[in-house]
């Protein structure tokens, strides 16, 4: 053997605190945006007004008895869920994935784990090394601090996200919390031999970890729904114009213009507020480009939708999305989550244009939505005498509109219409 040097090159992924601010506003809703930049302003002096035009009385809920098409496809998805429908972009065979499972079926409300590794392992008949794997890749999933057992261990995963991580962090949160609940700068930095700025920069970051992560992903119904975007037709072509308050703007106060303060802790204090604002402007602008291609992209995938109507709806998922956009899944994800646009149909989440379905050997397919609407129509109409069966639905779908689904599919989609059995349809119960 000899020994020779080689050049590798390799790709590593790093959150700085502006990649993180410019993720965590992507998800905003721009309701949810203007209020965050309300608080920042409060605490910036430089800022002179948060210009939005927020029109809420627009878009308040005029009649909420009545279901919109939007909603018909919309199943409440509980954190449970939609940790599982990241699991995709896990690797794993079949059985670790029902452990993972396990796992996550085993989270309490606020995301932490509430089971015992050794129970979680017995429950199983597995092995503790392999729970602890299946917990790592529970973690691993959004938002950050998922399946953490304590809140020290919430609070660490999140800072490992972070550029400027320290070993000596993990012992600082459990065996000195108390310190980081006074914010003793002071002795954290003879403690740990680090500077009181690098110590009361470590606070804040910890500061700004959330303590309920499991509460990010809990389902909420918005008091107001208001729409991102306009999708319409204008001389053939379908076009989307943003509306003001998707991107507000930040005005600067005119006295600090010309400010010049002889003391070098102002200036740098100016200073520090002016990045701030800046880092602010970017993330507003990723967001809004973001935003912007995906609902193109949403438009450009469902055009027979927006030209037909609501039977001409694809099948769509975040992976074919995120396939044309050459951007990660949860980046989709995040821009997708609560934004609703304005169409022709009224006003619509954006993740009602994600649609499952069936498909056919030809590349075509009929979304869930379009099926569930037949299922309901046949219902509708059927000889109330004789209620049709899933079994017969499921044959009248085939002989009638060329759809092929399973008995259990008919079910299914039945059920999520809350609509009864042929059995309780024909007793009127």
């Known amino acids: ?39 920042v302003a409060n605490e910036n002096p430089l800022i002179e007004e948060i210009h939005s035009d927020m029109d809420w009385a627009q878009y308040s809920p005029a009649n909420t008895s009545v279901q919109s098409i939007g909603e018909i496809n919309q199943s409440e998805l509980t954190m449970y869920d939609q940790l599982k429908s990241q699991m995709f972009m896990l690797t794993m065979d079949d059985d670790l994935r029902k452990i993972i499972e396990f796992g996550i079926d085993s989270l309490d409300e606020d995301g932490y784990l509430d089971i015992e590794m050794e129970e979680w392992a017995s429950s199983l008949e597995t092995t503790i090394d392999i729970t602890e794997k299946a917990l790592d890749q529970i973690q691993s999933l959004e938002p950050t601090g998922i399946g953490a057992r304590s809140l020290q261990e919430c609070i660490l995963l999140q ?3 972070l550029n400027g ?63 991102e975007a306009s999708i319409y ?9 943003f509306y003001k308050w998707a991107a507000p703007r930040i005005t600067l106060n005119p006295q600090y213009k010309h400010l010049k303060d002889p003391t070098n802790e102002a200036a740098d204090y100016l200073k520090e507020k002016y990045n701030e604002i800046e880092s602010l402007r970017r993330a507003i602008s990723y967001r809004g480009n973001t935003l912007e291609r995906v609902i193109r992209t949403v438009v450009e995938k469902q055009v027979a939708f927006f030209e037909h109507g609501t039977y001409m709806i694809q099948p769509l998922t975040l992976k074919e999305i995120a396939e044309e956009l050459d951007l990660h899944i949860s980046t989709i994800s995040r821009a997708m989550s609560q934004k609703y646009v304005q169409t022709t149909q009224g006003v619509l989440p954006l993740k009602f244009f994600l649609q499952s379905g069936i498909k056919k050997g030809d590349g075509n397919g009929t979304a869930a939505f379009v099926i569930k609407q037949l299922i309901q129509e046949l219902i509708t109409y059927e000889d109330k005498n004789k209620p049709l069966s899933d079994e017969a639905i499921k044959k009248k779908l ?15 989609y039945r059920r999520q219409l809350k609509l009864p059995s042929s059995i309780k349809r024909r007793s009127g119960g």
């Open 1 to 39: 053997m000899q020994q020779k040097l080689v050049l590798k090159q390799s790709l590593q992924w790093k959150m700085n605190q502006s990649l993180m601010q410019s993720i965590n506003i992507l998800q905003l809703t721009s309701g949810e945006l203007t209020d965050y930049l309300k608080e």
């Open 398 to 412: 085939k002989e009638e509109f060329s759809i092929e689904v399973a008995r259990r599919t008919v079910m299914k």
């Open 159 to 161: 800072l490992k996200q």
């Open 233 to 241: 037709k204008e001389e053939g072509e379908w076009k989307i114009s």
């Open 165 to 227: 991580y320290k070993q000596f962090i993990e012992e600082l949160l459990t065996e000195h919390l108390d310190l980081i609940a006074d914010s003793d700068v002071e002795l954290i930095s003879q403690l740990y031999d680090i500077s009181t700025e690098e110590a009361n920069h470590i606070i804040e970051n910890i500061k700004r970890c959330h303590p309920k992560p499991g509460r990010l992903l809990t389902t909420t119904e918005p008091e107001y729904i208001i729409p």
